[in-house]
């Protein structure tokens, strides 16, 4: 770092700041910057952490702060431009009396956040809107991405709509209660992994590979040691040389171990191959650039169909001969779908095929890792399962799990990409060999090609019914490109074969799967694990069916959808552990039928080339996986009488620290701000698998559950035994009989009596519920353009009680964005020679406001007997019904079936027909 | 980002105090593309902002932009009314993928010597038959038609260290009539196509951008028939000679072409 000691804020310049005086929210600071520095990284180098990088290239604009009061990106700003200025920050926005800036309020008010890391730049960016822009709002912000929230909070708080309930004791529990972290976010004090200066610390690179599939015969360092500031270069040869998968699951075998660290062979363009670490990130990325690597290239296959092919080359040989590229195979049948479709009057087959996408959190990878003064060593990082990290730490380096210590601070967003392991272990490697802090954050670009992405999938459906719409036969093949690497292969496509077939009820179902190696990037964990794909697929087809038959596509579902008291199953006959906790699937497509009937929405554009078309499409989700899951949560009462909670599961926008809160205070008759939380943190909370597949709510909720139960248990128990009478809790409080003993006096008295006012409590997932999502689309196509607009988007949630009925709604518009994306808008390109052509925000389009209509969210009215007070899985499922409910209205529009993702203007164009 | 390869900014009060040019060096106007990759060729930049080039000067004879003229600047500039096709100037600041914080910082000059195919102000000033004013490192200003300033994606004309001083818009080509046509493939995208035929007195000019590697113009003394104007592009633009990007394959940009041509014909020939 660029620190000098003059380096310190000076008292606000009176008169014109000199040449190196940089004024940065009112606090003058003399320094140089380097001179290629541009002013992000300077402002943060001063300490001012709440200018984030989503992108470092200008297209996101969390970065955004005001120079001179005008807006600008940081990151493309030279540094040395703002000498003699003022720059403000978001650390800078509110007046210096310690109240809000009012923008700050209304997205305060809105909780117009969810991750929170777009959230200084997007305030940043409003409140310097002229009353003109803020009539444009789609134009005003197309510089300001947010993967989280789908922009409708983000609007409600330009409209001063506020959605904040008061928090009052024992309602919380569906209440709109806010973060309790909001403050700290609209204010930029919230800490992300980066966010903080460490003395000493040394900078990771890496360097990445150029080819898609190689052996590397020598790596040549000496030019690259000689740079200046250069402290350690690794290669494969210097890594414990041991297998493991990056991919985080609670049980290590779902996974293959088919990574090192660091290897000798590559097998995809962008894989690591060294790591450089240096006293400052310039000086690291100059080693990277001058390392000699010595490739010996490798035949490579991209398709997963050709990588199944005898001869094709092979990605891992030590697999064994027979097995080829075909990581895992999933087969089963139920019935016979050969009778099945011999009875029915109309067949369906149609291939469909979804495609690979990024995650885009907006918050990019990055751990900082060091050894502490208790001899431990600590790793600071943005992931989704800290516990699993630590695990796979210790396998790699064989440390004692006591002298590991892995923890989150604040995560910007994770959507399943951060269900893995690819920063934290090299962070490690080196803090261990040069007794140093060692940070490494990735580049937007290393998000595209060297972490994981959806599995791109190709599915074969095949479904046949009777006249009347009786399903007779579901026949599903799907072929999934699992990349270089298997992590999540066999999960994703087991899941692929799970929800979107078990939603139909028939009689005759068979499925096969396979998950192939090929060189590509990996994929990965993403929001709706394999079920999105073949949601995609049958959805269609379901639909494509229902117009043989000439049925509508709402009474084809109602015709054949699971009910309360079926069998769950898909194609195989093995129990589950799933069941009906409740029902709301009849509901949400009730809703989601006469919203579209009732036609809220935009008119269809004006003009004879504009076609117009409604579609629906229904998902269902087993909430929570099928593999283990476990989580814990542990309480206590403090001395001043308010609550300790930790629990181990992350917040990474997906709101578990409020609800999560909330459970808590509900059951203890507490207002939620009486609760303190602590979370995912080995070393303060309980052990949790991760948070992910759904279980936020359904595992670490339930554990949170049962551990308020006992600490209410425990401190009526005892309140009981002191006083005589029957007590209840209020706030914070007990009353028993005609008295009132404050928590705090009650602390005392019961720990001079030896009692002890803690609990702690594991859930384990078993027994899973079901919940359902619908979603339905009205949308116009241009049919010279190709242009789609989605002119009404109306959805239906079955996800039980609500427990924060804001953050619900706020999960299931990031989810329908993120569909949207998926469907409209997201695509990663790749040349002959399998580099992607694409790796940057301003070529790899995410929904932009402009991308994002509003949508009419319903609730179910659903209380589950099984999730925690009534709750089930909420921010996961919402995704999948998105894309096909887009392409059935597409089909509906054009008559033309559109089968794979995704529907860009350029893909559809040609096929659509003139208008007469 | 940061520029890690840059080991020097010079900030010249005057172009002339920079003699001599070597690789490595680059001009810095708003540095917001320089800035948003890293620059490995490159390890000095020269600062334009300190040359202080009035941004705007409109005179009788027609609008001077300064290359360093802010998209800011010029978004907000009030034309005489009698700029008929000054409209045309928010049109295409509006086609740029950036937002209006880009346009604080980046410049007319910068995106013309960037010379993308998706380049707004290329097509404002191709459209508007501006004249550019090249200063070489030695030697006489030159000038040069906007339209034969880029030569390909990411190409243009200018010498190693050749200056781009400034853009004259003729006010006989701001006073005509106009007709913009722009898509992109996502909400305010980038642009697949940006499309302007103006008219003069009963005749056309149609300048096609974005959807080729670099501007094409077709002048028509008198309003052509549909037909003529499809064969005249196509004879003119092979179908492989369209820009084929992630913004667009060469198809679809040839398609959008032929249509928006046809929809601009038909609006000014309706006048
Ligand atoms: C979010 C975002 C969106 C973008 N969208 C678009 C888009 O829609 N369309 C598009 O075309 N581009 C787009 N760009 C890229 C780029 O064209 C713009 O950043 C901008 O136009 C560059 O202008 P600048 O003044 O910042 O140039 P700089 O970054 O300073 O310079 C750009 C290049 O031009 C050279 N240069 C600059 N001025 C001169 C001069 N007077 N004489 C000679 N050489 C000069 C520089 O040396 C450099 O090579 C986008 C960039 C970002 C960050
Ligand atoms: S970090 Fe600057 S725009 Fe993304
Ligand atoms: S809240 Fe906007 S990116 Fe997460």
Redesign the pocket.
């Known amino acids: 770092m660029n620190h000098t000691p003059a380096d310190q804020p000076q008292p606000a310049p009176t008169a014109d700041a000199p040449r190196n005086g940089y004024t940065i929210n009112g606090k003058l600071y003399f320094a140089e910057p380097q001179p290629g520095q541009c002013l992000r990284t300077f402002l943060r180098e001063r300490g001012v952490f709440g200018v984030k990088k989503g992108c470092d290239?200008?297209?996101c604009g969390a970065c955004t702060v005001w120079l001179d009061g005008t807006p600008v990106h940081s990151c493309?700003m030279p540094a040395f431009r703002a000498a003699g200025r003022e720059v403000t920050t978001v650390e800078g926005l509110a007046p210096p009396d310690g109240s809000l800036h009012p923008v700050q309020q209304a997205f305060l008010g809105a909780q117009a956040f969810q991750c929170s890391f777009c959230t200084a730049g997007m305030m940043m960016t409003c409140a310097a809107l002229t009353d003109a822009q803020k009539e444009d709002m789609p134009q005003a912000l197309k510089?300001n991405l947010c993967r989280c929230t789908g922009y409708r909070a983000i609007a409600d708080a330009m409209h001063g709509r506020a959605e904040i309930a008061e928090d009052i004791a024992g309602e919380a529990c569906g209440a709109s209660v806010p973060s309790p972290l909001a403050h700290a976010i609209v204010t930029g004090e919230a800490r992300y992994t980066m966010d903080v200066a460490m003395e000493g610390m040394l900078h990771l690179k890496v360097l990445r590979s150029p080819h898609a599939h190689a052996r590397i015969r020598a790596i040549g360092r000496d030019r690259a040691m000689a740079v200046p500031g250069v402290a350690a270069i690794f290669t494969w040869e210097d890594v414990p040389r041991r297998l493991y998968s990056t991919a985080t699951h609670e049980d290590h075998l779902v996974d293959p171990d088919d990574s090192y660290m660091l290897d000798n062979v590559v097998r995809f363009a962008g894989q690591r191959v060294a790591a450089v670490v240096a006293e400052t990130e310039a000086a690291a990325e100059a080693a990277c650039r001058l390392l000699e690597v010595e490739y010996e290239i490798l035949p490579a296959v991209f398709d997963p169909v050709a990588a199944m092919a005898p001869g094709a080359p092979r990605i891992h040989d030590e697999r064994g001969e027979e097995r080829g590229n075909i990581y895992a195979d999933i087969h089963g049948e139920i019935g016979s779908v050969a009778e099945g479709f011999a009875s029915a009057d109309a067949v369906h087959e149609m291939t469909y095929s979804t495609s690979r996408v990024q995650h885009v959190h907006l918050e990019t990878h990055g751990s900082i890792a060091w050894q502490g003064e208790d001899g431990r060593v600590h790793i600071r990082t943005s992931t989704q399962a800290p516990f699993i990290a630590k695990q796979k730490l210790c396998h790699l380096f064989g440390l004692r799990p006591s002298d590991v210590h892995v923890f989150t601070e604040r995560v910007g967003g994770g959507f399943g990409g951060k269900q893995e392991m690819i920063s934290e272990d090299l962070c490690l490697l080196a803090a261990l060999k040069t007794g140093r802090p060692v940070q490494w954050e990735f580049t937007r670009e290393e998000q595209f090609i060297g972490a994981t992405t959806r599995h791109q999938m190709t599915t074969r459906v095949k479904l046949g019914a009777r006249r009347d719409g009786t399903l007779t036969a579901i026949e599903l093949h799907v072929v999934s490109n699992t990349g270089a690497y298997g992590g999540h292969a066999s999960e994703t496509l087991g899941a692929s074969l799970g929800g979107p077939m078990t939603a139909y009820r028939c009689p005759n179902k068979k499925a096969a799967g396979y998950a192939v190696y090929t060189n590509m990037v990996p994929g990965g964990g993403f929001r709706g694990y394999g079920s999105s794909q073949t949601a995609f697929a049958i959805e269609c087809a379901i639909d494509e069916l229902a117009r043989l038959l000439g049925i509508d596509p709402f009474a084809m579902r109602r015709k054949n959808m699971i009910l309360p008291g079926d069998w769950i199953e898909s194609a195989w006959n093995d129990p589950s552990d799933v069941d009906f906790g409740s029902y709301g699937l009849d509901q949400c497509l009730d809703f989601v039928e006469g919203a579209l009937a009732k036609g809220g929405g935009l008119p269809k554009p004006e003009g004879e080339e504009w076609a117009e078309g409604t579609g629906v499409a229904l998902a269902m989700l087993e909430c929570g996986p099928p593999t283990e899951h476990r989580s814990g949560a542990q309480m206590r009462l403090l001395p001043d009488g308010s609550y300790h909670l930790a629990v181990g599961s992350t917040e990474m926008g997906n709101g578990s620290i409020t609800s999560h809160r909330q459970i808590a205070a509900s059951l203890l008759s507490a207002r939620a701000d009486r609760i303190a939380i602590v979370n995912a943190d080995t070393d303060l909370a309980p052990y949790d698998t991760g948070t992910f597949a759904s279980t936020g709510t359904v595992v670490a909720g339930q554990a949170v559950r049962m551990a308020a139960e006992a600490m209410r248990d425990s401190i009526l128990g005892f309140a009981r035994r002191h006083t005589g009478a029957d007590c209840r809790l209020d706030d914070n409080a007990v009353i028993c009989g005609n008295e009132r003993v404050g928590l705090a006096e009650l602390y005392a008295i019961g720990t001079r009596a030896g009692h002890h006012f803690e609990a702690k409590r594991k859930s384990y997932l078993s027994l899973r519920s079901v919940a359902f999502n619908v979603q339905g689309i009205r949308l116009a196509v241009h049919r010279a353009t190709g242009e789609i607009r989605i002119l009404h988007s109306v959805h239906g949630a079955d996800i039980g009680r609500l427990i924060n009925p804001m953050q619900c709604r706020g999960q299931i518009e990031g989810s329908i964005a993120m569909g949207i994306g998926w469907a409209l808008t997201e695509q990663m390109v790749y040349d002959a020679e399998g580099r992607m052509v694409n790796p940057a925000l301003?070529n790899y389009r995410i929904p932009s406001y402009a991308d994002v209509p509003p949508t009419e969210v319903f609730f179910a009215d659903t209380y589950d007997r099984i999730g925690p007070l009534g709750a089930k899985s909420q921010g996961e499922c919402a995704i999948n019904p998105v894309a096909p409910a887009i392409a059935n209205a597409l089909a509906d529009a054009t008559g033309v079936r559109f089968p794979h993702l995704p529907l860009l203007p350029d893909r559809i164009f040609a096929k659509l027909a003139p208008h007469a | 980002m940061n520029l890690n390869t840059i080991t020097e900014v010079k900030r010249p009060q005057s172009a002339d105090q920079i003699t001599q040019w070597r690789p490595g060096y680059?001009?810095?106007?708003?540095?917001?593309?320089?800035?948003?990759e890293p620059q490995f060729g490159t390890d000095t930049l020269i600062d334009?902002q300190g040359l202080r080039w009035p941004a705007l000067t409109p005179s009788a004879s027609g609008l001077e932009i300064a290359?360093?003229c802010h998209i800011a600047e010029l978004f907000a500039f009030s034309a005489p009314p009698e700029w008929r096709a000054a409209p045309l100037i928010r049109d295409c600041c509006n086609a740029?993928?950036?937002s209006f914080k880009?346009w604080n910082?980046?410049?007319v000059?910068?995106?013309i010597?960037?010379s993308?195919p998706?380049?707004?102000m290329i097509s404002l000033t191709a459209a508007l038959e501006g004249v550019y004013t090249l200063w070489p490192r030695d030697g006489a200003p030159r000038e040069v038609a906007a339209v034969d300033f880029v030569t390909g994606d990411n190409a243009n004309i200018?010498a190693p260290g050749?200056?781009?001083r400034s853009i004259l818009l003729p006010a006989s080509a701001l006073s005509k009539r106009f007709a913009f046509r722009h898509a992109s493939m996502t909400k305010l995208g980038?642009?697949a196509a940006l499309i302007v035929g103006t008219q003069g007195e009963g005749d056309l000019l149609l300048t096609i951008t974005a959807a080729t590697p670099r501007p094409i113009q077709f002048y028509f003394p008198e309003m052509p028939p549909a037909t003529a104007l499809r064969r005249a592009i196509d004879a003119r633009i092979p179908a492989d000679g369209y820009f084929n990007d992630v913004h667009g394959s060469a198809a679809y940009k040839r398609h959008l072409t032929l249509y928006f041509a046809e929809q601009i014909r038909a609006e000014l020939a309706a006048a």
């Open positions: 290239q200008g297209d493309l510089g301003r | 680059a001009w810095l106007a708003g540095g917001t593309w320089l800035f948003s334009l290359a360093t740029f993928l950036a880009i910082a980046s410049t000059g910068g995106n010597c960037m993308l998706a380049g707004p200018l050749e200056l781009l980038r642009s």
